[in-house]
């Protein structure tokens, strides 16, 4: 039995703050039909120029993910995308006014509700998969990162982080089917460590930044002062650490909350491929620029096969 390309019954708007830019504006997911894919469109620039949501249109990932064209760029895509995949949107304009996605609270979920506020709708056009029918592996030893993917009638992920820390070792994630994506996957934030927001912000990053859209993981003794200058900084109430090791200001939906976050990211910085995928992807301690350097294998080793 086939399947049948998906776009939205209609347009749905978003507003918000971009998380690194700190634009504020709105984004708007618009019906598109079949073979069309997944497209952003700067309507803020002369011309409102559109950037195809694939893989060869990535032009940085420092911090989230960038696709663009000449002045044309669209920021902190990731999970946008994850969010078409894992509700199984084939078809989509993405209309933006800013430079920057609205970060929202750091997940999908928003976008997710989004789309199921509208509804999805079947087109007269049989969906395309690359089905994976010979394991492909990517290592990148100086940072301990390993991505695998090997044949499956379905797709999933397993991902696996460590960052070495009292707060944060190994965490192990899996998705067994998409259909879990919603529930799951969706909702689960962004996180940060104590010690990188400063080095962000003298960055130029996170101007958007909110101690709510990121779980903020602390690995070391902070003075409370410290701890009241970061809240005044982003003009939030005064915060403390509780007992695991993360500002009291957020609860965790979920104990490996960010190995499924990072499971987010893969979902989403791999369907800048076009179209989804048919394998099972391991992943250890993957990032955007690891996630879409492998999307370029996977892309590469079809390229080669046809």
Same mark, same amino acid.
């Given at each position: 039995m086939t399947e049948k390309q998906t776009t939205l019954k209609e347009s749905v708007t978003i507003e918000g703050q971009g998380l690194h830019t700190g634009q504020k504006g709105s984004m708007t997911f618009v019906p598109a039909p079949a073979g069309h894919g997944i497209k952003f469109k700067r309507t803020d620039l002369p011309g409102t120029p559109v950037v195809d949501a694939i893989v060869n249109n990535v032009i940085s990932t420092n911090r989230g993910t960038c696709i663009g064209i000449g002045e044309a760029k669209i920021h902190t895509i990731e999970h946008v995308m994850a969010a078409f995949r894992g509700m199984s949107v084939d078809n989509a304009l993405v209309e933006v006014d800013m430079e920057e996605v609205p970060i929202k609270d750091g997940s999908a979920k928003y976008f997710v509700e989004a789309i199921d506020k509208v509804g999805i709708q079947e087109l007269?056009?049989?969906?395309?998969?690359?089905?994976?029918?010979?394991?492909?592996?990517?290592?990148?030893?100086? =940072?301990?990162?390993?991505?695998?993917?090997?044949?499956?009638? $379905?797709?999933?992920? #397993?991902?696996?982080?460590?960052?070495?820390?009292?707060?944060?070792?190994?965490?192990?994630?899996?998705?067994? *089917?998409?259909?879990q994506f919603k529930a799951e996957i969706a909702p689960c934030r962004t996180f940060v460590f104590l010690h990188e927001?400063?080095?962000?912000?003298?960055?130029?990053?996170?101007?958007?930044?909110?101690?709510?859209?990121?779980?903020?993981?602390?690995?070391?003794?902070?003075?409370?002062?410290?701890? *009241?200058?970061?809240?005044?900084?982003?003009?939030?109430? $005064?915060?403390?650490?509780?007992?695991?090791?993360?500002?009291?200001?957020?609860?965790?939906?979920? #104990?490996?909350?960010?190995? $499924?976050?990072?499971?987010? #990211?893969?979902?989403? #910085?791999?369907?800048?491929?076009? =179209?989804?995928?048919?394998?099972?992807?391991?992943?250890?301690?993957?990032?955007?620029?690891?996630?879409?350097?492998?999307?370029?294998?996977?892309?590469?080793?079809?390229?080669?096969?046809?």
């Amino acid at each position: 039995m086939t399947e049948k390309q998906t776009t939205l019954k209609e347009s749905v708007t978003i507003e918000g703050q971009g998380l690194h830019t700190g634009q504020k504006g709105s984004m708007t997911f618009v019906p598109a039909p079949a073979g069309h894919g997944i497209k952003f469109k700067r309507t803020d620039l002369p011309g409102t120029p559109v950037v195809d949501a694939i893989v060869n249109n990535v032009i940085s990932t420092n911090r989230g993910t960038c696709i663009g064209i000449g002045e044309a760029k669209i920021h902190t895509i990731e999970h946008v995308m994850a969010a078409f995949r894992g509700m199984s949107v084939d078809n989509a304009l993405v209309e933006v006014d800013m430079e920057e996605v609205p970060i929202k609270d750091g997940s999908a979920k928003y976008f997710v509700e989004a789309i199921d506020k509208v509804g999805i709708q079947e087109l007269d056009a049989e969906r395309e998969y690359y089905v994976i029918e010979e394991t492909i592996t990517m290592e990148i030893p100086d =940072k301990k990162t390993r991505i695998e993917i090997r044949p499956s009638k $379905r797709f999933s992920v #397993d991902t696996v982080i460590d960052f070495e820390s009292r707060v944060l070792g190994e965490q192990v994630a899996k998705m067994e *089917d998409i259909s879990q994506f919603k529930a799951e996957i969706a909702p689960c934030r962004t996180f940060v460590f104590l010690h990188e927001l400063e080095f962000l912000l003298k960055n130029n990053l996170i101007k958007g930044g909110d101690l709510n859209n990121a779980i903020v993981f602390v690995n070391r003794k902070v003075p409370q002062e410290e701890m *009241d200058y970061l809240a005044d900084l982003f003009n939030k109430p $005064r915060v403390k650490v509780n007992g695991n090791g993360i500002l009291n200001n957020l609860s965790l939906y979920f #104990d490996n909350e960010p190995a $499924r976050h990072k499971l987010l #990211d893969v979902i989403g #910085d791999l369907y800048l491929l076009g =179209k989804p995928i048919k394998g099972h992807i391991t992943a250890t301690r993957p990032g955007h620029h690891a996630n879409t350097e492998f999307g370029k294998l996977i892309l590469n080793h079809f390229n080669q096969k046809n």
